[in-house]
């Protein structure tokens, strides 16, 4: 095997090509240079001598010129008092009164509550009444709902909040102005 490596490197060797790139990678040797020995400091040259500063020609002034008695300017007049602005501190809004409960039977409807039973909760003969509480913005549109008596399942109380996100509500009003309102809608799934 050693044998068979020596003779192919030794062919190899007999192509032109091949001699002329080992010959540009043949080694490169380096000396070791002693460090040169330290020189002297050189000195700074000296200092030049500043340039003098430049005088300023004199300045030449007239005599100012006397005023005749007639053209001496009055006294100025006293200062006025000084005007205080008293500015009235800004008016805190004003909250809104907390929203009313409406009783159930108050309100009106614009999509009537769509109640829909669970096929699942029918299946398992499921039944009961959820009360929702439900937060009306003055447009109708229900903004908050919270089961407040479950009916036992899980199914039938988050239809019954289904069935209120549906909802649309009459807007309730006060002196002609939409005020939102709470109201607590009992839903009631039974079996028939």
């Known amino acids: 095997m050693l044998g068979a490596h020596l003779a192919a490197g030794w062919a190899l060797l007999q192509l032109e090509p091949v001699r002329q790139a080992v010959g540009e ?3 490169v040797f380096v000396d070791w240079v002693a460090p040169p020995t330290e020189m002297p400091p050189a000195k700074p040259p000296p200092p030049k001598p ?5 005088q300023p020609p004199p300045l030449v002034t007239a005599a100012p010129s006397p005023v005749p008695a007639a053209f001496v300017a009055p006294p100025p007049p006293p200062p006025e008092p000084p005007m205080v602005v008293v500015e009235a501190a800004p008016a805190a809004p004003v909250a ?20 829909n039973f ?19 913005d003055p447009r ?40 939102p309102f709470w109201v607590v809608m009992p839903l009631i799934f039974e079996l028939n």
């Open 25 to 27: 990678l043949a080694p």
């Open 50 to 54: 500043l340039p003098k500063p430049i």
């Open 96 to 115: 809104p009164p907390p929203p009313k409960t409406i009783a159930i039977t108050a309100v009106d409807y614009l999509t009537p509550p769509p109640l």
């Open 118 to 136: 669970p096929m699942a909760s029918q299946r398992l003969r499921e039944n009961g009444t959820v009360h929702v509480r439900v937060l009306v």
């Open 140 to 179: 109708g549109t229900p903004q908050q709902m919270v089961v407040i008596r479950s009916s036992g399942f899980a199914r039938l109380d988050d239809a019954a909040l289904a069935t209120v996100h549906a909802t649309r509500f009459k807007p309730y009003t006060e002196n002609g102005v939409a005020l």
